[in-house]
């Protein structure tokens, strides 16, 4: 019988349960991962860094989730907090200061080898890593917009913005 | 992870339906327990700290209150040497600075770490 994350959750924090936190962990390691290994430009080694540091944060502030939203919308969160806690140490991981956009708006508006289609993991990592984030967070892992808005604690609209620029990027970018 | 998760034929969208089937779930590959054996025990990490500074604080608080006097004439008695350029002893109050420094620092951190 599969628990919900809700009773997982309950049975976290009423019993102090790591097994039933073991199962939030194997639940959501493979979005968390994945996203970050997006946001890191697959340096698998940051990625996993950062998303162990996710769970830990997770369980030490459990008791702060209000419930109101999904668990993966909230553990989404705390990834995006975590990265841009290490992006202060790390400006490669910047994902909001002006000089390091303006840069990956470079590498956006560079055009790919006429002829050659880049398939959908290089179109990704073209992108500017807002939009990138947006994407990964609204087309790959379900998110509504207002769900990714709170995650990236950003403006709904400027999750709309991204979520649009980079799928117009991509689709000129793969030809469809 | 949605609730009702969008069939791949249902999206529209050829980005999105190009998207949703790029995803490939990563293996586990001992990421969990890994996680596990980091979990720190719930909760005491933080009672402890604020235990700490409580205690700090209290102790600093009785200690400025039993010797209020004394403490203030200190402060005169500093400000009147300063006046004479006898730095030497107005350095003396640089660890006092530096201490409540910290203290107000980590009060700063902590409280931004839960917020």
Known sequence: MAFSDADLLARVLQSEDPNAFGELVRRYQSPV????????????????????ETFVRAWRKLDQFRGTG?????????????????ARRDRRLRFEAPEDLAADMDLAAERPNPGVRL??????????????????????NGLTHEEAAQALNCPLGTVK???????????????? | MNDKPLKADETPDPIER???ESVTPLPDDGFTRRVMLAL?????????????????????????????PAAGETVLEFLR????????LVLGLAPVI???GALLWGLVSVALEES
Request: charged share 25%.
């Open chain 1, 70 to 86: 999904r668990f993966s919308t909230w553990l989404f969160g705390i990834a995006i907090n975590e990265l841009r806690s290490r």
């Open chain 2, 81 to 88: 040497h300063a006046r004479h350029g006898e730095w030497v």
């Open chain 1, 161 to 176: 913005t991204n979520v649009l620029r980079g799928k117009e990027k991509m689709r000129k970018w793969l030809q469809l």
């Open chain 1, 119 to 140: 398939d959908v993991n290089d179109a990704l990592q073209r992108l500017t890593p807002a939009e990138r984030a947006a994407l990964v967070l609204c087309c790959q």
């Open chain 2, 18 to 20: 190009l998207l949703r």
């Open chain 2, 40 to 68: 720190p025990p719930r909760g005491r990490p933080d009672l402890l700290r604020f235990g700490l500074l409580g205690s700090a604080l209290l102790a600093g608080a009785v200690v400025f209150l039993c010797r209020a």
């Open chain 1, 33 to 52: 991962r994945a996203f970050l290994l997006r946001m890191t430009r697959g340096d698998a080694h940051q990625a996993d860094d950062l998303a162990q």
């Open chain 2, 98 to 100: 530096v201490g409540l």
